[in-house]
């Protein structure tokens, strides 16, 4: 008998025939994607229209046999979150073999850091600035995730955020528009690849579009008032950057912009997205998005939130049912046009043809009898490749007395409730990761000292001593509770942590947020360790052992105390599956860590917001004058603990003056900055030369400094190298009071240095 693959197959040429039939001379070409679309849209009726702006969750809006028959009815046009072969050929099945029109499904799902393999969150990945090992994670993400019949991936996440009590700051790139739009290029090339009909290749859809990380508070689904100058300048870059690289879809935001939500915006989806940029591709709404506008307050019932959804822009509907039972009647009515619908509809298509389905409709689910016998086995994994970009991840925030690297010798202590935390390592968003296949700090340990040395383990607290956010981060998890709590008393855990300290010669303390803190809806109205890990850190720095804090978050925490208490801090994030073994690389220098901050760490939580391209001031407040009467807060030190751009490293560098190969720029011509870079320390090592461009005097206020550019550059002992930055004059571009995109004359400084604070400047005019 003929496998489903061959069938499948069989069945797609026949589809393309049948609908070829008009006559022999006009059939349009399967390689004709205008002709061939259009000539698949005569045909289709408008249920069946309908049937493709429909986008269903897999185990939560029906079960999978009546799926089958929805898509056989031709009332579905793709799912998201099956993530097997066996499960979603029957369900292409459906659509080749049993539906009129035998248009192909598509299959989704959330593929933000990783697919089988887990890599660092987004925001340990922008702590590489290294674009080539954010590509090598989602291209490897979309080998794995089209091995497994996934077609498409809701990522990447390229929401600006600023303030990390927002708990999808993890999934995000962090705090710049220039970093994150490079982020955002560099993870579309790894997705799509050459070209997202490839088979090993997904398509992207970026998100959140538009704002969604300046959400009121740092409150997830909350409201976004913003101006237009500071929405172009800032917030879009990113979105752009993405759809410029060739992104073929767009997921829509949950918040409302400016009064109107994202999934109704005209403006937003038809003015900007698809006018201005040109957008052709396809554009879902999230979660519920559209049954949403109801409670926004913006439509009265489900029939007038379709027709706002609609109307909009938003081509696909997830997980409701509101474009099926609302939009024949809205199109019966005149209410919505038949070119609306036929609009959508094109998109939806035209996303599946690029993603090569109408040639294949198996290409990615392949035939049974090459199924994996174990999905997660071993051997589908890409180890390698997690551990080489974890380590790129991690960011040196102190090492006060060269504490690190430790020595593969004599007793070390491994202590904390993150130490030995699998399902933690993944972080948010883990996709189809398990966790038990995750190295954690305690194996990777054991696995690098060997008999070399004495590790003793204590767990030390429990995560949170409070019960009622454990109850609430494991409602979040309803299929397997993630936060489970040690019985002991609080001081039974931390006496037994003290007595392993003493025992050794220096304590490593794996604190931080389980990973359901640092996730959708998971806002925080703290960003300080939780109290039960702070009494830990308290009692160990009481034994006067030295102190390595790892900390394992994805959001910037407020850690002045435990900086105080620790004589090495070690930012690593949830570093995926390889986490364990990626740590200990750095913690015992097997690597020099060589990450730097995308997002800065204030000092409290209420210095938030606390980005460094602040805008300028009339007032500002300067380091070392009297802060009376400046822009300050009188009770701490005014500044991030932690700069955007920070981080150090085992070896030293030194930078020389900033070099200008002119003091004028010209229209239309450049000018060259260049330092000279010197590894002054005793072992190899990485650090990152960022480019910060200021703007004495504009139309408009502008910020006091602008990351342009950046190096990551890799020197021996004594080596030094001319890192050279070449300045035109798009990099001095900004949207002014009347959102034109220009540069205006004038002077301009040059700033260079190893973080966005300790910088080098020189001059320059514009002219």
Known sequence: MKNLYVL???????????????????????????????????RMTLDEKIGQLRLISIGGDMPLTRLADEIAAGRVGGTFNSVTRKDNRPLQDAAIQRSRLRIPMSFAYDVVHGHRTIFPIPLGLASSWDMDAITLTTRTAAIEASLDAVDMTFAPMVDISRDPRWGRTSEGFGEDPY???????????????????????????????????????????????????????????????????????????????????????????????????????????????????????????????????????????????????????LVKSGDVSQKEIDNAVREVLSAKYDMGLFHDPYRRIGAAAQDPADVNAESRLHRAESREVARKSMVLLENRNNTLPLKKAGTIALIGPLADAHIDMMGSWSAAGVAAQSITLRQGMQKALGDKARLIYARGANVTGDEKIVEYLNFMNWDKPEVTQDKRTPAAMIAEAVKAAKQADVVVLAVGESRGMSHEASSRVSLDLPDSQRALSRALKATGKPIVMVLMNGRPLTISREREEADAILETWYTGTEGGNAICDVLFGDYNPSGKLPISFP????????????????????????????????????????????????????????TLSDTTLKRNGKIEASVTLTNTGRRAGETVVQLYIQDIAASVVRPVKELKDFRKVMLQPGEEKV?????????????????????????FNVQIGLDSVAVKQQGFELK
């Open 179 to 329: 970093l994150v739009s490079e982020a955002a290029r560099a993870a579309v090339r790894g997705f799509q690849g050459t070209s997202p009909k490839n088979a090993d290749s997904v398509m992207s859809a970026v998100k959140h579009f538009a704002l969604y990380g300046a959400v009121e508070g740092g409150r997830d689904y909350a409201t976004v008032d913003m101006s237009p100058m500071r929405m172009y300048q800032d917030y879009l870059p990113p979105y752009k950057a993405a759809i410029d690289a060739g992104s073929g879809g767009v997921m829509v935001a949950l918040n409302s912009i400016n009064g109107v939500p994202a999934s109704a915006n005209t403006w937003l989806m038809q003015d900007l997205l698809r006018k201005d940029w040109g957008f052709k591709g396809v554009a879902f709404s999230d979660h519920g998005a559209i049954v949403e506008l109801i409670r926004h307050g913006v439509a009265k019932d489900e029939r007038d939130a379709a027709r706002l959804a609609i109307k909009a822009g938003i081509d696909m509907s997830m997980a409701d049912t509101v474009y099926l039972e609302q939009l024949p009647g």
């Open 8 to 42: 499948g197959l069989v069945a797609s040429l026949a589809c393309h025939s049948a609908l070829a039939q008009t006559s022999s001379t006009t059939a349009p070409s399967l390689n004709d994607k205008p002709a061939f679309i259009a000539d698949l849209m005569s």
């Open 723 to 747: 890192v050279r930055f070449t300045i035109d004059e798009d990099k001095l571009k900004f949207f002014n009071a009347q959102l034109k995109y220009a540069a205006e004359a004038g002077q």
């Open 603 to 658: 000092r409290s939580l209420g210095q938030i917001p606390t980005y460094y391209n602040h805008p300028r001031l009339g007032r500002p407040f300067t380091e070392g004058k009297p802060g009376n009467y400046t822009s300050q807060y009188f009770e701490e030190v005014t500044g991030p603990l932690y700069p955007f751009g920070y981080g150090l490293s085992y070896t030293d560098f030194s930078m020389s003056d900033v």
